[in-house]
């Protein structure tokens, strides 16, 4: 993943100023600072769910599409493990999760599988009948990541992971998202000003009202 050269505007606020870094592949990258300081909107930019102002960024060597025609991106790409895990709240677990596949052609079966596995992976498969409201805050983050893994991404985008939990099972939740990523391969990104993130991550960088700190562990340009 490659980000060069990146500048977001939200009308007279500026969110990101001239950010470039780099993640390998496989890589768990920490991005870290107080809130305000452009993370979200990073990654939001790298998933494509908002484009920049300026620069470009690419993931896999392909620089990613414009928010209209990344369907597909994300869908093959890119997965997304959100602060509230934006669960519907009238779908069981193993439902929620192959909400993640209804648009890829797998077959109903194969879903049930896929969703079933992973599941048993975050350490859900009691609870693979439970609807949200069932579950508490650390399993329903735990159903939200096994619906990121859902399509295999080669990149996972995590934003405030566990900032609606409690120590533990924020804890508990950077143990699962690092171990996916040492199974999967695929590259980790987490934006997050829980200081238990850091300590984890292969590198760390910090953004600073919209830019990065030279402090940090970024490759800058």
Known sequence: MIVK??????????ALRGVSLTASEGEFLAV???SGSGKSTLLNLIGTLDR??????????????????????RRRLV????????LLPYLSAQSNVETALLATGVARRERALRAGDLLDEVGLSDRVRHLPSQLSAGERQRVAIARALAN???????????????????DRVLDLLAAMRDRHGMTLIIASHDPAVPARADRVTTLIDGRLSRASGAQLS
Do not use: C, M
Request: glycine fraction near 12%.
């Open 5 to 14: 050269d990146v500048a977001k505007n939200y009308g007279p606020i500026t």
């Open 152 to 170: 295999a991404p080669r990149l996972l985008l995590a934003d405030e992971p566990t900032g609606a939990l409690d120590s533990a099972a924020g």
């Open 79 to 86: 997965g997304f493990v959100f602060q509230d895990h934006l």
């Open 52 to 73: 920049p102002d300026s620069g470009t960024i690419s993931v896999g060597g392909k620089p990613v599409p414009p928010p209209r025609e990344a369907v597909e991106f």
């Open 32 to 34: 870290t600072g107080p």
